[in-house]
């Protein structure tokens, strides 16, 4: 368990873990893992803290960039967030890319609206089904998270076992998958890397005693469309798959049809899951926001709106009667949005992390509803899992070692976690 500096202590029958990026920060996270000479990667993400358009480099992983090092094996992605992919289209095409189906497709159907790099899958990854690459068993775990088609890993070579967890929480729509890996979790773990995004760095900074859960999510949803008398704009990203399940369910509760824009239509579809809300279903319209249809305007792509024709709901018709609707939609939405039906008698419902609404962008909207009168509330939970959750899963594993990652709060996780056991970026360590 010898922490041994940047260099690999040459070929070993062991396995070596190095954190690139990650156990400093929530995103970006970029682990390399060593056995018998052959090379594995988890997850390239791009930094939370770099801004649009910033130029991030690659974490030193040889032959990442090039592509002619026949000791990389491939990069497996967790899952379908930018801080754990976004930096893909920097890697060579001719290493390996190992993705879940689902998290592919719904990456491909976004990169239309909001333009970033593909998964471009070789191998999909299925739920415990492992996966032999060189001297690697990789079991993927399918978790609850607000991406699509999320999972923790397992890692297996030279007899030892790491399970890193991604990012995960237990109180989603999809909590069962939590609660069975704590009541059947893997054995024999040697070294758990798990995510910590809520172990706060200081100890003032107290996570809330209860997580609200989508569940919650839906029925306060539901109160606010039944407590207003004009339309509700609810502000979410099109890839939270589950906030639009609960929204779409909270809409059914209070009689309202609810809109969903063209991201939303090609997310949900790309799902392949006939349980998602998509066009065909019950009380479910379609809104193109004037963004979009430029974007269809220009791409000449004309199926997206012509595959939803029967299904879309116009400005005049939402104007004659707000009352019967909600919109999911994105918050780039709203102004327009704001210049017609949408007025003091509706609300914008915030469905994201409250963190944006400090931004440039954020602070411009809440100016505008309150410039026009339109309540704003906010109605939200996290993709990830709280202290409590955490405990208990690191309980259930109980792995030899616990290494902080996806946080800001490593140095704190020996207050929580037994075993905790700190690492740098950039060091190599045996599992
Ligand atoms: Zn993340
Ligand atoms: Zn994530």
Redesign the pocket.
Known sequence: MSVVGATLPGMTEELWVRVHRGTQEIGGTCIELEAGGARLVLDVGRPLSARAGDAVELPAVRGLASGDDPSLLGVVIS?G?L??YGLLDQVSPDVPVFAGKAAAAVVEAARFFSPGPSLRPTVHLADRVPLRIGPFTVTPYLVD???FD?YALQIDACGRRVFYTG?LRGHGRKSVLFERLVAEPPEHVDTLIMEGTHVRASADDVPAQRTESEADVERAIAGTLRATRGLVVVAASAQNVDRLVSCYRAARRAGRTLLVDLYGVAVAQATSRSSIPQPGFPSLGVWVPRRQKLRVLRSGEFRRTAEVRGLRVFDEQIAARPDRYAIYTGSSSIAELAAGALDASGAVIWSMWSGYLSEASGTRLRGLCAAKRIPFVEHHTS?HASVADLRRLCAAIDARAVVPIHTEGAARYGDFFPRAAERRDGDWWAA
């Open positions: 899952h967030h801080d754990h998270h607000s991406a999320a990012d993709g």
